[in-house]
């Protein structure tokens, strides 16, 4: 995994995996986030339809993941992404609450690196298992 980086306007943004919010586009999303299913394209990506969305890896793929502000994200396809909330379709907007929604008040910065992002002040990281520590203990 690389470092990922992008800068968005002010607005209203879904953070979360992408594939529960973009049923319509899902496949030109991975057809542009896997390239030949073996280089991944990360960070900033403009679909067919000329919206603009960030996706990243997570570290070990799926799971449930927190940020710094109590916000709950459940994954399934082994990515964190952000889209503009107006940009979720209709038929999609119910499925918002499988992430998070922020208002952004100023043009913000994402970053993804090694499964840990950082969207505006929001930190995500996906490396973290609460495991590793007691698996280390001798008893």
């Not at 995994?1 to 968005?8: G, I, L, N, V």
């Not at 999609?92 to 609450?97: A, K, L, P, S």
Request: charged fraction near 25%; proline fraction near 2%; hydrophobic fraction near 35%.
């Amino acid at each position: 995994m690389s470092k990922s980086t992008a800068t968005f306007p002010a607005g209203e943004y879904y953070i979360g995996d992408l594939c529960y919010v973009m049923h319509a586009e899902w496949n030109d999303v991975c057809g542009r986030f896997l390239r030949e299913k073996t280089e991944r394209v990360e960070g900033a990506i403009i679909i067919a339809d000329g919206r603009t969305i960030f996706i990243a890896s997570t570290a070990y793929g799926d799971g449930q993941f927190c940020d710094n502000r109590f916000g709950v994200y459940p994954v399934d396809s082994g990515t964190i992404g952000v889209i503009a909330l107006k940009d979720i379709s209709a038929d999609d907007q119910e499925n918002i609450t499988s992430g998070t929604v922020y208002t952004f008040n100023s043009e913000f910065n994402i970053t993804a690196e090694n499964g840990i992002f950082d969207i505006g002040g929001i930190l995500i990281d996906t490396k973290y298992n609460p495991y590793d520590e007691e698996e280390e203990e001798d008893f």
